[in-house]
C-alpha cells in the first residue's frame, strides 16, 4: 500500500517536473524571439546622412503658395458624369504657369491626357537605366462650408497650417512633385534615370478617363517601369498602439472591391391592411445578416502579417513579446485587431451597407425596396469568392443581387533586398526623416490610381511621405483637412531627394551586422 502510493508520488513529482519544464522552454522560446536579434527581412544597406536639401526661405516661401494657389481651385470630382471640368482644365493653367523650369526644359515632355490629365515624361541621360514613376491625382471630393474652421478652398492659413480639401488627398503630392522638380532643374540638375509623373483628373471616381488612359499610353509604347510610387499611405506617428516611435509604412498592395446592389419587390398596398412581410422588412432582414456575420478573419494570410513581423522588436513590453511570438498568440492578436474597425479592415473583407432606399408615403406598403453595400475585398480572397458568400448569407431567392462593379485585390508587389524601390524608399526616409527608424510593408485599404498601372511593373508601392498623427486621419474626406507647413516642406525635401537617389545604378552589399528598418 505504502510502496503504491509512494509510486504515485514519483509519478505526480514526475510529471509536474516534466509539466514545469515544458513551461520553462516555452517561456524560454518566447523570451529568445522577443529579444535575440534576427536576420532582418531587408537589412539597411545605406547609412543615415546628415543633411539633404537646403531649401532657401525665399523657396520655402514659394512652395508654400504654389500648393496655397492649387488648394483654392476646386477641382472637385463628384461621379464619372459630374466633375468641375473647368477648375481642372485651370489647374493645368496654373502648373504651367508656377512651375516655368519644369514646363520649359528641353529633356521634358507634357502631354495631356483625357482631356485634363497630365503625363510628364524626363528623360535621363542614361537610358540603360530603368524609368520609374511618380504619381498623385488633381481631383478632390466635394467639401460643403458648413463645419469647416475655415472654407475648404481657402487654403486659409492659421498656426502654421494650411487648410483646404486636398490638402492631404492629394493636391500636396501633385504640386510636391512638380515643386521639387521644379527646384532640382534650377540647380541645373539632369537626372541619369528617366521617370514619368503622372497626375489624373478622376482618381476620386475611379480613374476610368485619367490614371487608367495614362496607363494605357504608357504600355502601348512598350513602357516598362522599375517602380511606381502613389499616394495610400504614410509615415505614422502614434497611431500604431503600443510603439512610441513614428512608422513608415508603405503599401505593397490595396484591396479589391465588390459594389452590390440588392432589391426586393412586392406587391404595393396600403398600411392599414399591411402583408406578413414588406420589401422593406424583407431587405433590412437582409442588410443584418450581412452585418451580423462578417467575412472571415484573414489575419497572417496577407501583408498585415508581415507588418506586425517587422514592427515586432518596436512594441511595447509585452507586446513585443505576443507580436514576437505569432505562433504563440496570432490567435489572441487576430481577435484584438478585429475589435477594432481600423485595424479589422486590415484582417478581412470588410462590409459596408452605404446606400437603402423605399418608400414613398407614411401610408403605402411600397412595391420595392432597394440597398447598396460596398465590400472591401482582403488580398487573400476574390471578387468571385465574396459574391458567393453574399449569397449564401443572404439565402433568400427573394433578394435579387447585381454587381455594379468589382475588381480582385492588386498583386502584392515585391518586399525584399533585391528590390530597388524598396531600397530606395529606405534611403530618402532615412535622408528626410530622422526620426523614423522603421520602414515596414502594409495594406491600401482604399483604392488609387496605380492599380491601373499592373501591366507596366510589378513593383507598385503607395506612400505619401507625411508625419501623420491620430487627428489628422478623419480630416482626410472629412471636416478641416489640412496640413502643416513644416510637414509640407518635408514632403517637396523627400521627393526632391528620391529624385537624386534614383540616379544610382546599383544596390550597395549587405553589411553583416546591419541594423533592420
Same mark, same amino acid.
Given at each position: 500500500?505504502?510502496?503504491?502510493? #509512494?509510486?504515485?508520488?514519483?509519478?505526480?513529482?514526475?510529471? #509536474?517536473?516534466?509539466?514545469?519544464?515544458?513551461?520553462?522552454?516555452?517561456?524560454?522560446?518566447?523570451?529568445?524571439?522577443?529579444?535575440?536579434?534576427?536576420?532582418?527581412?531587408?537589412?539597411?544597406?545605406?547609412?543615415?546622412?546628415?543633411?539633404?536639401?537646403?531649401?532657401?526661405?525665399?523657396?520655402?516661401? &514659394?512652395?508654400?503658395?504654389?500648393?496655397?494657389?492649387?488648394?483654392?481651385?476646386?477641382?472637385?470630382?463628384?461621379?464619372?458624369?459630374?466633375?468641375?471640368?473647368?477648375?481642372?482644365?485651370?489647374?493645368?493653367?496654373?502648373?504651367?504657369?508656377?512651375?516655368?523650369?519644369?514646363?520649359?526644359?528641353?529633356?521634358?515632355?507634357?502631354?495631356?491626357?483625357?482631356?485634363?490629365?497630365? $503625363? $510628364?515624361?524626363?528623360?535621363?541621360?542614361?537610358?540603360?537605366?530603368?524609368?520609374?514613376?511618380?504619381?498623385?491625382?488633381?481631383?478632390?471630393?466635394?467639401?460643403?462650408?458648413? +463645419?469647416?474652421? =475655415?472654407?475648404?478652398?481657402?487654403?486659409?492659413?492659421?498656426?502654421?497650417?494650411?487648410?483646404?480639401?486636398?490638402?492631404?488627398?492629394?493636391?500636396?503630392?501633385?504640386? +510636391?512633385?512638380?515643386?521639387?522638380?521644379?527646384?532640382?532643374?534650377?540647380?541645373?540638375?539632369?537626372?541619369?534615370?528617366?521617370?514619368?509623373?503622372?497626375?489624373?483628373?478622376?482618381?476620386?471616381?475611379? +480613374?476610368?478617363?485619367?490614371?487608367?488612359?495614362?496607363?494605357?499610353?504608357?504600355?502601348?509604347?512598350?513602357?516598362?517601369?522599375?517602380?511606381?510610387?502613389? &499616394?495610400?499611405?504614410?509615415?505614422?506617428?502614434?497611431?500604431?498602439?503600443?510603439?512610441?516611435?513614428?512608422?513608415?509604412?508603405?503599401?505593397?498592395?490595396? !484591396? #479589391?472591391?465588390?459594389?452590390?446592389?440588392?432589391?426586393?419587390?412586392?406587391?404595393?398596398?396600403?398600411?392599414?391592411?399591411?402583408? &406578413?412581410?414588406?420589401?422593406?422588412?424583407?431587405?433590412?432582414?437582409?442588410?443584418?445578416? $450581412?452585418?451580423?456575420?462578417?467575412?472571415?478573419?484573414?489575419?497572417?494570410? +496577407?501583408?498585415?502579417?508581415?507588418?506586425?513581423?517587422?514592427?515586432?522588436?518596436? =512594441?511595447?513590453?509585452?507586446?513585443?513579446?505576443?507580436?514576437?511570438?505569432?505562433?504563440?498568440?496570432?490567435?489572441?492578436?487576430?481577435?484584438?485587431?478585429?475589435? !477594432?474597425?481600423?485595424?479589422?479592415?486590415?484582417?478581412?473583407?470588410?462590409?459596408?451597407?452605404?446606400?437603402?432606399?423605399?418608400?414613398?408615403?407614411? *401610408?403605402?406598403?411600397?412595391?420595392?425596396?432597394?440597398?447598396?453595400?460596398?465590400?472591401?475585398? %482582403?488580398?487573400? &480572397?476574390?471578387?468571385?469568392?465574396?459574391?458567393?458568400?453574399?449569397?449564401?448569407?443572404?439565402?433568400?431567392?427573394?433578394?435579387?443581387?447585381?454587381?455594379?462593379?468589382?475588381?480582385?485585390?492588386?498583386?502584392?508587389?515585391?518586399?525584399?533586398?533585391?528590390?530597388?524601390?524598396? %531600397?530606395?524608399?529606405?534611403?530618402?526616409?532615412?535622408?528626410?526623416?530622422?526620426?523614423?527608424?522603421?520602414?515596414?510593408?502594409?495594406?491600401?485599404?482604399?483604392?488609387?490610381?496605380?492599380?491601373?498601372?499592373?501591366?507596366?511593373?510589378?513593383?507598385?508601392?503607395? =506612400?505619401?511621405?507625411?508625419?501623420?498623427?491620430?487627428?489628422?486621419?478623419?480630416?482626410?474626406?472629412?471636416?478641416?483637412?489640412?496640413?502643416?507647413?513644416?510637414?509640407?516642406? !518635408?514632403?517637396?525635401?523627400?521627393?526632391?531627394?528620391?529624385?537624386? *537617389?534614383?540616379?544610382?545604378? !546599383?544596390?550597395?552589399?549587405?553589411?553583416?551586422?546591419?541594423?533592420?528598418?
Amino acid at each position: 500500500m505504502a510502496g503504491g502510493c #509512494g509510486r504515485r508520488r514519483a509519478a505526480g513529482w514526475a510529471a #509536474g517536473l516534466g509539466l514545469c519544464a515544458a513551461l520553462l522552454a516555452l517561456a524560454a522560446a518566447v523570451l529568445l524571439r522577443a529579444y535575440l536579434p534576427r536576420v532582418p527581412a531587408i537589412p539597411r544597406l545605406w547609412a543615415r546622412r546628415g543633411g539633404t536639401a537646403a531649401f532657401s526661405a525665399g523657396e520655402r516661401l &514659394e512652395l508654400k503658395e504654389a500648393l496655397r494657389g492649387a488648394i483654392k481651385i476646386p477641382t472637385v470630382s463628384i461621379s464619372p458624369e459630374d466633375m468641375n471640368t473647368t477648375a481642372m482644365a485651370e489647374f493645368g493653367n496654373y502648373i504651367q504657369k508656377v512651375f516655368p523650369a519644369v514646363f520649359s526644359s528641353k529633356f521634358i515632355q507634357h502631354e495631356i491626357v483625357g482631356k485634363y490629365s497630365h $503625363l $510628364l515624361t524626363v528623360q535621363g541621360s542614361n537610358p540603360e537605366m530603368m524609368p520609374y514613376m511618380l504619381l498623385a491625382h488633381m481631383d478632390v471630393v466635394p467639401a460643403s462650408p458648413e +463645419g469647416w474652421d =475655415f472654407p475648404p478652398f481657402s487654403a486659409a492659413e492659421h498656426e502654421g497650417f494650411i487648410y483646404g480639401r486636398g490638402t492631404l488627398d492629394n493636391k500636396n503630392s501633385a504640386i +510636391g512633385i512638380l515643386q521639387a522638380l521644379e527646384f532640382l532643374l534650377r540647380r541645373n540638375y539632369r537626372p541619369r534615370r528617366s521617370f514619368y509623373i503622372g497626375i489624373g483628373h478622376d482618381e476620386e471616381v475611379s +480613374g476610368q478617363k485619367g490614371g487608367m488612359k495614362i496607363a494605357a499610353l504608357l504600355e502601348a509604347r512598350g513602357v516598362k517601369l522599375s517602380f511606381i510610387l502613389d &499616394e495610400g499611405s504614410a509615415i505614422l506617428d502614434g497611431i500604431i498602439a503600443g510603439v512610441n516611435k513614428p512608422v513608415a509604412v508603405i503599401a505593397i498592395t490595396e !484591396k #479589391g472591391s465588390i459594389t452590390l446592389n440588392f432589391t426586393v419587390e412586392k406587391e404595393p398596398g396600403h398600411s392599414s391592411f399591411p402583408p &406578413e412581410e414588406t420589401s422593406i422588412g424583407i431587405l433590412a432582414a437582409a442588410m443584418s445578416r $450581412l452585418e451580423q456575420n462578417p467575412m472571415r478573419n484573414l489575419f497572417g494570410q +496577407g501583408p498585415e502579417l508581415m507588418t506586425v513581423e517587422h514592427l515586432a522588436s518596436e =512594441f511595447n513590453f509585452p507586446l513585443n513579446l505576443i507580436m514576437s511570438n505569432l505562433w504563440l498568440f496570432s490567435p489572441i492578436v487576430s481577435r484584438v485587431l478585429a475589435s !477594432k474597425p481600423s485595424t479589422n479592415a486590415l484582417i478581412r473583407t470588410t462590409t459596408a451597407v452605404t446606400m437603402f432606399n423605399a418608400g414613398i408615403k407614411i *401610408n403605402v406598403i411600397p412595391s420595392s425596396a432597394k440597398a447598396t453595400v460596398n465590400f472591401r475585398i %482582403h488580398s487573400a &480572397e476574390k471578387a468571385a469568392e465574396v459574391l458567393e458568400t453574399v449569397r449564401n448569407t443572404i439565402a433568400d431567392e427573394r433578394v435579387k443581387i447585381d454587381v455594379v462593379d468589382a475588381f480582385d485585390p492588386l498583386p502584392i508587389s515585391p518586399w525584399d533586398e533585391q528590390t530597388f524601390g524598396v %531600397h530606395i524608399f529606405q534611403r530618402t526616409i532615412l535622408d528626410t526623416f530622422p526620426a523614423v527608424d522603421s520602414v515596414v510593408p502594409g495594406t491600401c485599404i482604399g483604392n488609387t490610381d496605380s492599380r491601373h498601372f499592373t501591366n507596366v511593373t510589378n513593383a507598385i508601392y503607395r =506612400f505619401n511621405p507625411l508625419l501623420l498623427k491620430s487627428d489628422d486621419l478623419p480630416r482626410i474626406h472629412g471636416l478641416n483637412e489640412r496640413i502643416s507647413v513644416e510637414n509640407y516642406e !518635408k514632403q517637396v525635401e523627400f521627393l526632391f531627394q528620391l529624385i537624386k *537617389n534614383c540616379d544610382t545604378d !546599383k544596390l550597395p552589399e549587405p553589411h553583416a551586422n546591419s541594423h533592420e528598418l
